[in-house]
């Protein structure tokens, strides 16, 4: 059933919209609600290092990679700590799953949600002082409650989320989330300490004139349709935009309408981004804001998972933009 879309008026702070939003989850007993706050609560401690960091020494490379071959940046870690602490402090989830870590972490209470999280997204823009993100996923415990957690309680299709969202370390700061009715925006104001909503039910337009890709893949880009669809834009004369931190381009997108491609390459096969830590939430919170995520083959809410590392293609964003760009591929 489609749950109804609640209108709270703007300038209220998030903690009353979850309140009023509670009894959309009957049998959630407020446990989704806290676990959103502690998510809430972590970004802000991350937030607050982050506008610190040119001034402390937590910039630069750890001089170590992550499971999937990236450098880990120190700001990298310090976010994968803060989000677990208030998660494991928490209680209401079970079990983290996160880009910086090889194996799920298992909290060991009771629990009755798993959280998958990219705890710092655009790490290679934290040293230059640009936009850079959080990205998180709330999907239910799949096996019953008094099971030990295993893999198989991760490894669900997108389409499971009960939540997702993203802090977007910005200008301003902001938090966008849904819990599937609509997707709503909060700016944090920093001398209160709150999150404040601003941008209420968003909406993606169908259609937009803004196309972000790295560039510098165009000659390593194996998929035909995909180089077809790029002249297409351009002939159109639409405008590229790549920030380079997928909430911010993301983030852009959605408002303004406008899609991301990252394509497979000779280099990575299947594509770079990560299913579980940053395509599943954002295809969540599109399609909630009326537009369309997907491989090229299938909508990426479908996928049934393999591995809780593994990296898909990913064209998300307008839906009548990314419905070309699934055309395209299809006539390969
Ligand atoms: P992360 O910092 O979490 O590893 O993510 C980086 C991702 C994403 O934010 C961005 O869209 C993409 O990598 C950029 O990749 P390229 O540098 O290959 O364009
Ligand atoms: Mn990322
Ligand atoms: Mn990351």
Not at 181 to 186: L, T
Request: glycine fraction near 10%.
């Amino acid at each position: 059933m489609e749950k109804s879309r609640i209108d709270l008026p703007i300038g209220i702070t998030l903690d009353r919209f979850i309140k009023s939003n509670e009894n959309q989850y009957p049998n959630a007993a407020g446990e989704l609600s806290q676990l959103l706050r502690d998510i809430a609560l972590a970004s802000k401690v991350v937030n607050r290092e982050i506008n610190k960091a040119g001034l402390i020494d937590i910039m630069g490379n750890m001089g170590q990679q992550n499971l999937g071959g990236d450098e880990q940046q120190k700001l990298d870690l310090l976010a994968n700590i803060r989000f677990t602490r208030a998660l494991s402090k928490g209680g209401e989830a079970c079990g983290i799953i996160s880009e910086e870590t090889e194996s799920f972490i298992d909290l060991k209470n009771k629990g009755k949600y798993i959280v998958a999280i990219d705890p710092l997204d655009g790490s290679s823009n934290i040293d230059v002082n640009v936009s850079i993100g959080t990205i998180f996923s709330i999907f239910k415990k799949q096996t019953p409650q008094d099971q030990p957690l295993c893999e198989k309680d991760f490894l669900q299709k997108g389409r499971n989320q009960i939540a997702a969202g993203y802090i977007l370390y910005g200008p301003s700061t902001m938090l966008v989330f849904s819990t599937g009715q609509g997707v709503n925006g909060f700016t944090y104001e920093s001398a209160l300490g709150e999150y404040v909503l601003s941008h209420q039910n968003m909406s993606c337009p169908e259609n937009g004139n803004i196309y972000s890709i790295n560039d510098g893949l165009l000659d390593d880009i194996t998929q035909k349709g995909v180089i077809t669809y790029l002249d297409k834009c351009r002939k159109k004369r639409l405008t590229a935009r790549y920030i380079g931190s997928l909430v911010a381009d993301f983030h852009r997108n959605l408002i303004k309408g406008g899609v991301f491609l990252y394509p497979p390459t000779t280099k990575l096969p299947l594509g770079k981004l990560r299913l579980f830590f940053e395509a599943n939430a954002l295809a969540f919170l599109i399609v909630q804001a009326g537009g369309l995520a997907s491989t090229g083959k299938e909508n990426i809410l479908d996928i049934t998972p393999t591995t809780l590392h593994e990296r898909v293609a990913l064209y998300i964003g307008s839906k009548k933009m990314v419905e070309e760009i699934i055309a395209l591929l299809h006539q390969e």
